[in-house]
């Protein structure tokens, strides 16, 4: 099964410095047809404003994945993590028993960013948080996992979730391939270009939710930049 939802009919929120897309219900957008997608929680669009972002706040029990488009976001939390991840990078933080976190975008240009919740398979825990770059040409026709629940047999930034982050970058014209399991859940969005997924027409920035398929054929109209989540 392979359901497309367009970037048109998404959820959507306009708070002046913060333009955001929501995927899935998140704060005052509500569809209780969309709440999650297997572990699947929040997929957010955020375009955020020079100067501005988040201030501090509060998370338990999730795991956060951060994929940036363009620009660049800083974190602090109260760890004391402090870092700035870039156009094409990945930050990842384990809330557990609870953290508290800003994110800014301290850059004179807007930044972009995919913000992707997954729910761990248990609650608790020790707050955790990391980032690492993820090369936009080492993810040339080739999925890259970005995140993982197994992230020494992957390669990939840990959660604590039976999940994998992937992200790959695609030639007009060219095709990637992915070997799914038809019991889990997939979710994919190009974060540029037009793309069809097993013959299914998307075009940037629309979601794509996937279950019941063997393998997931993406094949890039024009040339594209895919993000896509796997869970149970």
Do not use: C, K
Request: charged share 20%.
């Amino acid at each position: 099964m392979i359901e497309l939802r367009p970037f048109s009919g998404l959820g959507h929120a306009q708070h002046g410095w913060l333009d955001a897309t929501h995927h899935f219900s998140f704060a005052d957008y509500h569809d209780p047809a969309r709440t999650h997608w297997g572990q699947l929680r929040v997929w957010n669009d955020d375009s955020i404003a020079p100067q501005t972002g988040f201030p501090p706040h509060g998370h338990r029990d999730m795991e956060i994945v951060t994929f940036v488009r363009s620009g660049a976001i800083s974190h602090r939390d109260s760890l004391g993590n402090a870092g700035r991840t870039a156009a094409g990078d990945v930050q990842v933080m384990s809330a557990g028993s609870g953290i508290q976190h800003s994110e800014y975008n301290l850059e004179n240009e807007v930044t972009t960013l995919f913000q992707i919740w997954i729910m761990p398979d248990a609650g608790g825990g020790e707050p955790a948080w990391g980032q690492r770059e993820f090369p936009r040409a080492d993810r040339s026709g080739q999925w890259t996992v970005v995140a993982s629940g197994q992230p020494d047999a992957d390669n990939a930034l840990p959660i604590r979730a039976d999940a994998r982050v992937l992200a790959a970058t695609v030639a007009a014209g060219e095709q990637i391939r992915y070997a799914a399991d038809p019991r889990r859940h997939l979710y994919l969005v190009a974060a540029t270009g037009r793309i069809r997924v097993n013959g299914v027409e998307a075009d940037a920035r629309d979601g794509v939710a996937i279950t019941g398929e063997a393998e997931v054929v993406v094949e890039a109209v024009d040339a594209s930049e895919v993000v896509m989540v796997d869970t149970r």
